[in-house]
């Protein structure tokens, strides 16, 4: 997912966040609630924004949907520009573009 930081806010880009369907798989459906739930501010045609202090939240969400293997890799890891320096709290769950 494609992502960057502003005034310690991150934001994952809007194509990028997974879409609630109401005859979707149940993995997909319960992601897409649990980044919604922490989420600062969710809207379909804006970025999904994150407050610093639920990052930690969104790491080990993050990992615990990587580890189940039901969803690909690209749908649970974070994504920065190449010239990003990732914050040590998401470095588990991050890469550079």
């Known amino acids: 997912m494609r992502a960057r930081i502003e005034q310690q806010i991150l934001l994952i880009h809007q194509d990028d966040v997974?879409?609630?369907?109401?005859?979707?798989s149940v993995v997909r459906n319960?992601?897409?609630?649990?980044?919604k739930a922490i989420a600062a501010q969710t809207n379909r045609?804006?970025?999904w924004e994150?407050?610093?202090?639920v990052w930690l939240a969104l790491?080990?969400?993050l990992l615990a949907f990587t580890e189940s293997s039901y969803l690909n890799l690209r749908e649970t890891?974070?994504?920065?520009?190449?010239?990003?320096?990732?914050?040590?709290?998401?470095?588990p769950v991050a890469t550079w573009e």
């Open 50 to 53: 994150y407050d610093s202090e």
């Open 45 to 47: 045609f804006r970025d």
């Open 18 to 24: 997974p879409q609630y369907k109401k005859n979707g």
């Open 77 to 91: 890891q974070l994504e920065f520009p190449a010239e990003y320096d990732i914050p040590a709290i998401l470095k």
């Open 30 to 35: 319960s992601y897409f609630w649990a980044l």
């Open 59 to 61: 790491q080990r969400m």
